[in-house]
């Protein structure tokens, strides 16, 4: 069984930085992606950031050239650096793992102020 642990979300004002970190654990094999989802109510849940199997990395055009997703592969964590908040960036981020299966974390409230 795959656990991931979101931490780091928080209330920041508008072009501020939160650093998000999603800890993994237990039988982890055959990574084929990791990246990072938003969501707000009433929407579907939208791609922020992914780290192919290959080590491709994209990024929702929104959050282009301010947000930056790495992993430490000693520590089995992702992270989702945020720079530059918007507003608009508010949303409860999620953390997924995709092996033969894909996993969620519980998610991590994500609060601008503008």
């Known amino acids: 069984q795959v656990q991931l642990v979101e931490s780091g979300g928080g209330l920041v004002q508008a072009g501020g930085s939160l650093r998000l970190s999603c800890a993994a654990s237990?039988?982890?094999?055959?990574?084929?992606?990791l990246g990072w989802y938003r969501q707000t109510p009433g929407r579907q849940r939208e791609l922020v950031a992914v780290?192919?199997?290959?080590?491709?990395?994209n990024y929702a055009d929104s959050v282009k050239d301010r947000f930056t997703i790495s992993r430490d592969n000693t520590k089995n964590t992702l992270y989702l650096q945020m720079n530059s908040l918007k507003p608009e960036d508010t949303a409860v981020y999620y953390c997924?793992?995709?092996?033969?299966?894909?996993?969620w974390g519980q998610g991590t409230q994500v609060t601008v102020s503008s």
């Open positions: 780290i192919t199997r290959g080590g491709t990395i």
């Open positions: 237990g039988s982890i094999y055959s990574v084929n992606a």
């Open positions: 997924y793992l995709l092996t033969d299966y894909g996993y």
